[in-house]
């Protein structure tokens, strides 16, 4: 079955591969997959992006990402997305970003939403969407058991990574890497301080988004705390972030709020690089206490756990990744479930036409 598939992005945010948060990266490779499969891909996404179908760009304002810029982004995304399905017929569109019931199609076209972070943060009201043919979708278990009950969410779709584009390296070096969008609510801080107190020096890498509280977060929690030896490196792209990842003693992901997913963990899990996490989320369905991480509670539980992440054979890493975070496993889902919502709609307009 051939597929016209319209994604659209958070309006404050580039989609790449190199992209810094997981529905951008997820969005990136659905993207590349339909257009890698002979469907036809459009993208709406901000100034910065890169995709593999057509991009429809929206511009990304300089200076400090506030509330206005957001509602004025949200405002020029309905005007795309009426656009865009005014120029092309479309079987569905892919919805990935928080605020997504602000700029919903019109009905007619299927929508999929996919819901990348905690169920909480949406209002309640996304959960009984009055709009037909309207889904929801998690990227977790987990995420999917803290939903409240809604008559529009499917089964998770669970989130994968690319495997075979990261290396597996079972020689590791004497540093901890970091790596995400530098905010309060990922608790860098707290892996600064064990690292510091397990002696091993620490990598942070990540890109400081032009939020306030972000920016805040950046001076107050996270520059004091480095050194000549502790080091924040800013952005890195795919390329860059594999060597990282695979060359690493260990991978630490310290949130403090519940992870719907966790990306970087599966894709250090590929690199044959174990995680020391908070068990926050989906985080204890991704990281196996003992076999490739640990799960710790607090900062010092953190530096131990350091100290003791030689016993985590690599190699077990690697096989754990291969078996269960394939990206292939995820788009292969993502695509039944396209041709899936597509069908139940021409049978419907079929139907209505008989009737008629």
């Known amino acids: 079955m051939s597929l016209s598939v319209l994604s659209v992005g958070y309006p404050l945010a580039p989609v790449s591969a190199d992209a810094a948060g997981g529905s951008e990266q ?4 659905m993207d590349r997959a339909l257009v890698c ?37 949200q405002e020029l995304y309905r005007k795309l997305i009426r656009s865009a399905l005014e120029r092309w017929r479309f ?7 928080l605020d997504f019931h602000t700029y919903l ?3 007619g076209v299927p929508v999929l939403v996919t819901l990348h972070l905690p169920p909480d943060w949406y209002p309640e009201s996304v959960y009984h969407l ?6 929801l979708n998690c990227v977790s278990k987990a995420q999917y058991r803290n939903c409240p009950p809604s008559p529009v969410l499917c089964e ?7 495997v075979e584009r ?16 530098v905010c309060p609510e990922k608790g860098f801080h707290l892996a600064l301080d064990a690292a510091r107190q397990a002696g091993v020096p620490a990598v942070i890498a990540g890109e400081v988004f032009r939020y306030r509280a972000h920016q805040e977060y950046f001076s107050r929690e996270l520059a004091p705390r480095l050194n000549g030896e502790d080091r924040f490196i800013g952005p890195v792209g795919f390329f860059r972030k594999r060597l990282w990842l695979a060359a690493a003693r260990c991978l630490l992901v310290p949130s403090l709020v519940p992870e719907t997913s966790s990306l970087v963990s599966m894709e250090a899990l590929a690199c044959g690089t174990p995680v020391i996490a908070f068990p926050s989320g989906a985080l204890p369905d991704i990281v196996e206490h003992g076999r490739t991480g640990f799960l710790v509670n607090d900062a010092q539980e953190m530096a131990e756990a350091i100290r003791n992440v030689d016993r985590i054979d690599p190699a077990e890493c690697r096989r754990v990744a291969e078996q269960r975070f394939h990206a292939q496993r995820m788009i292969g889902e993502y695509l039944r479930r396209y041709e899936s919502l597509a069908s139940d709609q021409q049978t419907g307009r079929e139907a209505a036409r008989l009737a008629g």
């Open 26 to 29: 997820i969005l990136s490779m």
């Open 37 to 73: 499969r002979g469907h036809r891909s459009v993208v709406i996404a901000c100034q910065g992006s890169s995709v593999a179908g057509t991009l429809l760009e929206a511009p990304l304002p300089k200076g400090e990402l506030d509330h206005a810029v957001h509602r004025a982004a």
């Open 91 to 97: 079987d569905l569109v892919h919805m990935h970003s």
């Open 105 to 107: 199609p019109p009905q």
């Open 130 to 135: 009055g709009r037909p043919d309207t889904w």
């Open 156 to 162: 998770p779709i669970e989130n994968g990574v690319p």
């Open 166 to 181: 990261f290396p597996f390296t079972p020689r590791k070096r004497n540093f901890a890497f970091v790596l995400g969008r």
